[in-house]
């Protein structure tokens, strides 16, 4: 979010499996509470979604 209550995904598709579907590359880490702040922001509008992550951020946690 850019402190407007906006929050901009990297990828948006207004329709994807049946509805809005928002898309984040995380290249780099990204903290816990950025993550929950856009789901939360994603759930109330009804917009699935999803963050793509390198293989090796999973290996490392």
Known sequence: MDGTGYTFPDVF???????????????????????????DFYAGLYVVQAFLVPKAALLDS
């Open 13 to 39: 598709a207004a329709s994807w499996c049946g509805g809005p579907a928002a898309f984040e590359i995380q290249l780099t880490t990204t903290q816990l509470p950025n993550i929950v702040r856009r789901e």
